[in-house]
């Protein structure tokens, strides 16, 4: 948010030095050089807010006002010559009078007067400047998927119309009117009443038809159904279609894709449904009150000439028919569902599509009779009584199309609806899922839809953004970007966050930025935007993290240290810095007495290390180690020690002796002979058991090496074992 703000203001400060160049110049900006006689004639730009009492003009510096300040005189003589009324109300630091002007002029016709004469340098109106948003700051536009797919309904991240990137071209002009037929619209909710059409020939609650069609106090529009003035919505369709079209951008609720449109409530729908002859009355309504195009929302019943009529005399009057596709999950070139089926060229019939950019399982569909899909599983939206509810079916998928129509009106008010038409259709995002569905076999695209509607305007060239270098840096570190397109000026611009990083060279292919001081530990993105608002895409980057200059570094903690074969020696350890460049690891050899060992310095490791595994010299030694971690404003303190003895290694084990062999030499002495299967024993013991008995007894050992040992003293007549 804060980088559209900030990119506002960049622009309007260019526009207003701009103007200021141009006076110097008879060509580039338009507002060329005034001289007495010359052909100035001026208009206020269309939706420009302005100080309606006050103007600003700056005098043309001659030799005799050089050093003259501006006075009431000077302004009294002025207000004659252009024969409109001022006073003196102010000097800008830039030598530009704020004047007030009589209520008996406008601010246009005091310009253009002002503007001729021979002393005046330039005259203009006082702008009111404000910071432009392409993301609404609306605390539900993060549940509006169909805007704006991130994932964060489960869905897939762009699965949406793009309406963030067609905002950027235009949020609506409220010169474009909406009609909504349907269950009326609340036209009282918060996030709708300030975008609701206002008949200009109608005084309210007078109880008189003041513009002679018919209906007393149509105000914002007609009931059909009731047969009076008053369209308020008593189901809550047609506020949940009004919202999804035009809610307001005004930081509560929901936004529409058209923010700033007009919604025309043209009510025929009771609880249970309406008369075609109804729906007929509103569509005529919608015509002769001007009306850009209509959106429809419902469907059923057969075929109706008188509806087909309506409907054509509204495209004889440029007037575009956006229609619901149904909702039987039907093919409706197969059996139609009206009114989305009539064959005229300014019926545009909508299916729906889910968060995943796939078709709503309700949703109708039609090679030849659906033109496209749009956004209508699970839609969130205005509904009466102040409140917002989520709605499914082709009537949420319809008004998407329709404020995407809406928004290439505004861009283009001359388009015609084949015009209109025809761009729409060939915008949208080609999907595999809708490809056999519809006649486009895409979804609405917002974005691409806007820019098809200004393509008689001049495409600014696209800035290029090639390559970052480094793609990682440190606070007051350089990075080098390439690229074409970068003009003569700009700013580099870090998200999020809306960071600006300094420049210290800029050329149209290529810049170096500085990363900013005071910026540490951030991972986003880095984009060019060039002065005329044009932006780059943008490029992963990350800021280094840093520690203030003289905060200490933090000390490693919970050091251990577990022993391993081959004398290794695992240690593992809890890094508490968050800036540091390197690790440094510490042994020593313990002594039990005396003066201890220095520690010496065994490994450097790397930044955000944990673990290492050390080779110990010497097995059956006591070991201490300690770790610390550096960078270039110093190092922490040591860790705690960590004791560790690491073993000699486990003698290799002994070999059975084998074919033990017992042979009685006398009655009461046996000879016992073995085979020798190993080479470091130390010696062999022998046992002897009566038969019958579990219990083994030693009857002698011997040395390493011997095969053969006389048991003695046994017991006559017994069997031994």
């Known amino acids: 948010m804060k980088k559209v703000m900030q990119s506002c203001l960049g622009v309007a400060v260019t526009l207003l030095l701009c103007s200021g160049c141009g006076t110097e110049s008879t060509s580039g900006s338009g507002v060329s050089s005034a001289s007495a006689g010359n052909d100035t004639s001026f208009a206020i730009p269309e939706n420009a807010r302005y100080a309606p009492e006050a103007v600003l003009v700056k005098f043309r510096q001659t030799s005799e006002r050089i050093s003259a300040r501006t006075t009431q005189n ?56 404000k910071f432009d948003q392409s993301t609404p700051d609306d ?97 809550g369709h047609g506020t949940h279609v009004a919202g999804t079209i035009a809610a307001v951008d005004n930081r509560a609720g929901v936004v529409g894709v058209a923010p700033n449109v007009k919604i025309m409530a043209l009510r025929f729908l009771g609880p249970e449904g309406g008369y075609v002859s109804d729906a007929v009355r509103c569509i005529n309504y919608a015509v002769s009150k001007g009306a850009h195009l209509s959106n429809n929302s419902w469907g059923g019943g057969g075929y109706s000439q008188a509806m087909r009529d309506a409907i054509n005399n509204a495209g004889a009057a440029n007037q575009l028919f956006v229609a619901a596709a149904g909702n039987a999950a039907t093919n409706t070139d197969q059996s139609f569902n009206y009114p989305s089926c009539y064959d005229l060229p300014n019926v545009i019939s909508v299916g729906s599509s889910d968060h995943y950019d796939q078709p709503s399982s309700f949703s109708n569909y039609g090679l030849t009779t659906v033109d496209l899909f749009a956004p209508g599983s699970n839609i969130l939206s205005t509904v009466p009584g102040n409140g917002y509810a989520y709605l499914s079916g082709t009537s949420m998928a319809s008004p998407h199309v329709a404020g995407v129509v809406a928004l290439m009106m505004s861009i283009n008010p001359d388009l015609s609806f084949a015009d209109v038409r025809e761009a729409l259709m060939a915008s949208v995002d080609a999907k595999t899922s809708l490809n056999s569905l519809c006649a486009t076999g895409g979804r609405l695209n917002a974005a691409a839809a806007t820019s098809a509607a200004r393509a008689t305007v001049p495409v600014p060239a696209p800035v290029v953004l090639s390559s970052v270098a480094p793609s990682m840096a440190a606070p007051g570190e350089t990075v080098t970007l390439a690229g074409s397109g970068f003009g003569a000026a700009g700013r580099v611009v870090f998200q999020p966050g809306a960071l600006t990083f300094p420049t210290t060279s800029w050329s149209d292919t290529g810049l170096v930025a500085v990363v900013p001081e005071g910026a540490s530990g951030m991972v986003g ?15 992963v980057f990350v800021i280094e993290q840093t520690s203030p200059v003289g905060e200490p570094l933090g000390t490693p903690t919970a050091l251990v240290a577990s022993v391993l074969l081959n004398r290794q020696v695992q240690l593992a350890w809890v ?18 007495k005396g003066k201890p060992n220095s520690y010496e310095q065994v490994a450097v490791l790397g930044a955000d290390t944990e673990a290492y595994q050390d080779t110990v010299p010497a097995d059956g030694v006591t070991y201490g180690y300690r770790v610390q971690v550096r960078n270039a404003q110093g190092e922490s303190a040591y860790s705690e020690a960590a004791l560790l003895f690491v073993p000699g290694a486990p003698p290799a084990p002994v070999a059975a002796p084998s074919q033990v062999v017992a042979t009685a030499v006398s009655g009461r002495e046996v000879r016992v002979s073995w085979q020798d299967n190993s080479d470091n024993e130390s010696g062999f013991q022998v046992f002897s058991r009566q038969a019958g008995s579990s219990k083994w007894s030693q009857a002698g050992t011997t040395g390493a090496g011997v095969t053969g040992f006389t048991v003695k003293r046994l017991r006559s007549g017994k069997s031994y074992a």
């Open 575 to 592: 890094d508490n810095a968050v800036a540091e460049t390197e690790t440094i690891v510490f042994r020593r050899v313990e002594k039990a």
């Open 525 to 539: 993105t880095l984009a060019v935007e060039r002065e005329d608002g044009v932006t780059s895409d943008s490029a």
């Open 74 to 129: 000077d302004i009294s003589i002025l207000a004659r010559q252009a024969d409109v009324g001022l006073s003196f109300q102010g000097t800008l630091p830039n030598g530009v009078d704020r004047l007030k002007i009589s209520s008996e002029h406008s601010v246009e016709e005091t310009v253009n007067a002002l503007r001729n004469l021979p002393d005046v340098e330039y005259a203009e109106p006082d702008y009111w400047l």
């Open 139 to 235: 605390p539900y536009f993060g549940y509006q998927w169909a805007l704006q797919n991130s994932g964060q309904t489960g869905g897939t991240p762009g699965a949406d119309i793009s309406a963030t990137t067609a905002w950027g071209e235009t949020t609506g002009r409220p010169e474009v009117i909406v009609a909504v037929i349907d269950t009326g619209v609340d036209y009282s909710h918060p996030d709708l009443k300030q975008n609701m059409w206002i008949n200009p020939g109608e005084i309210p609650g007078n109880g008189i038809d003041d513009d002679n069609n018919g209906w007393v106090d149509d105000v914002h529009g007609i009931d059909a159904f009731a047969n009076d003035g008053d369209p308020m919505d008593e189901q």
